[in-house]
């Protein structure tokens, strides 16, 4: 899975993100028109960033350890569970 650091997904955060809590007063302030649309870009792309990361890892099956004609014991699927667990 893409953006995995120690075998857990990672999501990465937007670009400039330290100016968020400063561009929403500003639009609280002033209106829409404040909207730094460099940062909504970059938060809109990471956004959807996350829904792709966040669906290889629910979409995962077990079932990979039966490739090959592989016979895994139960400690296999067992196994796999728990690092899904961690990893979600």
């Known amino acids: 899975v893409k ?18 809590t400063e561009v929403e007063r500003l639009v609280r302030e002033e209106g829409p028109q404040a909207v730094d649309l460099y940062l909504k870009s970059a938060i809109e792309g990471v ?5 792709y990361l966040v669906n290889d890892v629910v979409t ?7 490739e090959n004609g592989q016979n895994p014991t ?15």
């Open 3 to 20: 953006g995995q650091v120690n075998g857990k997904t990672v999501l990465p955060m937007p670009a400039g993100l330290e100016k968020v």
């Open 74 to 88: 139960p400690i296999v699927e067992l196994e796999f569970w728990a690092k899904r667990l961690t990893n979600l």
């Open 47 to 51: 956004v959807i960033k996350w829904a």
């Open 60 to 66: 995962q099956d077990s079932s990979v350890a039966f």
